[in-house]
């Protein structure tokens, strides 16, 4: 029994650091969604930019889906002042999609600030706690350019060994993401690529 109970305090020590480390990171990603409920998620102004999002986005969709081609073939003279004037809708569509994505841009810098604030405040107190230690192992070598984060700070030359950083990285990237999706707080579908700072119109250039 005692021979038992030793052998299995190396097993449940080696993983220990890691599931802290997991542990906490959900429990900050909760946080973090929590947070954003209180300043965005609930809000009026929020509601509203998502659902014109969500509506600009379906009719945006409906106006690129193309036409019947039997029916533009037989007559295609009348049709080609209409396809300017679609496009020019769909010009007017994509301008008011935009701005709303920017809009909701905006309206989530508020939360983002704070979310920022705790995650720092989080990272420096596992820094603390697994400074220069190694939490976790990866099973295989990994490529030298990951390399470079995953075993960032650890003394000795293990490959395999793997950092707080990296995995409290990897927790926070995929854990936080898939809560968004659960909760249904993703972005809007018409939101992808859009921010603060929107890449600019090859139309205009």
Not at 34 to 56: C, H, M, P
Not at 58 to 86: D, G, I, Q
Not at 157 to 178: G, H, K, Q, V
Request: with cysteine; net charge positive.
């Amino acid at each position: 029994m005692a021979t038992m109970s030793s052998s299995m305090l190396p097993l449940s020590g080696r993983y220990a650091d890691s599931l802290v480390v997991v542990a906490i990171s959900v429990f900050t990603a909760f946080l973090c969604e929590f947070i954003s409920w209180i300043l965005i998620y609930r809000t009026s102004s929020y509601k509203s930019l998502k659902s014109s999002i969500d509506k600009a986005s379906r009719k945006l969709e409906s106006m690129k889906t193309p036409s019947n081609p039997t029916s533009s073939s037989s007559n295609p003279n009348p049709n080609a002042p209409s396809k300017k004037s679609r496009s020019k809708k769909i010009d007017r569509v994509e301008t008011s999609l935009k701005e709303s994505t920017r809009d909701l841009s905006l309206s989530k810098f508020k939360s983002g600030m704070v979310v920022a604030v705790v995650l720092f405040a989080v990272f420096t107190l596992l820094n603390s706690l697994f400074e220069g230690k190694a939490v976790a192992k990866i099973p295989f070598a990994p490529a030298s350019f990951v390399l470079k984060m995953s075993h960032r700070g650890l003394p000795g030359d293990d490959p395999t060994d793997c950092s707080m950083a990296f995995l409290y990285l990897l927790c926070s990237m995929s854990i936080r993401t898939n809560l968004q999706k659960f909760l249904g707080f993703s972005p809007p579908r018409g939101a992808a690529g859009g921010g603060l700072f929107p890449m600019p119109d090859p139309k205009t250039s």
